[in-house]
């Protein structure tokens, strides 16, 4: 039986990060299906057709796509089964596609996105940090000062910390990480799904150290696990805190403010509470 067309539209197609043999079965069929391919470099994305069997007509559409260029995939969309593709991974995740996806959601057109590969997802399930929560951060600046103050405006954010980098960068990024976060865990995953795949997870001086002696190439995920959990203080720290509380609250509001600020088990600081103000 053939195979139905593909109804008009944008179709968002995740392609693999490194080995071909991801590419999911839907994946190739929408591509083989397709009428027209929208793709950051038609070089990249011929080498995976050429893998598949598969040639279609391919429009050049990156960061420096003109607005001619959008508006005329755009105008295919109406009429044609359009798919986007990057070069490796899920198109929109630090790669071009948002403003395509905006403008044809905004004029009625259909978009379907199929899962598949991406880079972060894969690197958050190799490092052995926490998953429960984690941000994705795309690439830090490269200048020193701007990429100190990003990582600062991060390091408040309960949650594992993802980031893209590049080889030439990595070191500088790991020296800044070491400031501005400090106290945390670190890895470094590398040629994911690749021959040479990587995943080293330490302390940032360890592999600040490891990488000046071995510089990477490359694209590269960059985590950061979770800030440290602050210290509990100690007996006269507590004391010294209650009693503070306890000179403009009552024993249970203290006790409460306490509890709040510092994680602690509001009974055990009423009680003392009780005992500090009995003492006054």
């Known amino acids: 039986m053939e195979t139905p067309p593909l109804a008009p539209g944008l179709y968002i197609v ?80 630090s790669d071009p596609g948002y403003r395509l996806v905006r403008e044809a959601r905004e004029r009625g057109l259909s978009v379907t996105s199929l899962p598949g590969p991406s880079a972060m997802i894969v690197a958050l399930t190799l490092a052995g940090l926490p998953t429960d929560r984690f941000l994705f951060a795309g690439f830090l600046p490269s200048k020193d000062k701007a990429r100190g103050d990003a990582l600062a405006g991060l390091a408040a ?84 805190l209650l009693r503070a509380a306890l000179a403009h609250a009552s024993p249970s509001q203290a006790a409460g403010q306490v509890a709040k600020a510092h994680g602690l088990d509001r009974k055990a600081l009423y009680a003392r509470a009780m005992a500090l103000k009995s003492q006054a």
């Open 14 to 93: 995740a392609t693999p990060i490194g080995n071909l043999g991801d590419i999911t079965a839907r994946a190739a069929d929408i591509l083989a299906r397709c009428d027209v391919i929208a793709c950051e470099d038609t070089r990249v994305t011929g080498k995976l057709l050429n893998h598949l069997g598969i040639r279609k007509a391919m429009r050049r559409y990156d960061d420096h796509a003109s607005a001619e260029m959008r508006e005329r995939i755009l105008g295919e969309m109406a009429e044609k089964s359009v798919v986007l593709v990057s070069d490796a991974g899920t198109p929109l995740i």
């Open 157 to 240: 954010i309960p949650a594992t910390l993802v980031f893209y980098e590049t080889g030439p960068r990595l070191v500088a990024s790991l020296e800044a990480m070491a400031q501005h976060l400090p106290g945390r865990e670190l890895a470094v995953a590398r040629e994911l799904t690749k021959l040479h795949e990587e995943c080293r997870r330490g302390t940032p001086e360890e592999l600040i150290a490891h990488y000046t002696a071995h510089p990477p190439k490359g694209e590269i995920v960059l985590l950061a696990g979770p800030p440290p959990e602050p210290a509990a203080p100690e007996a006269d720290d507590i004391d010294a």
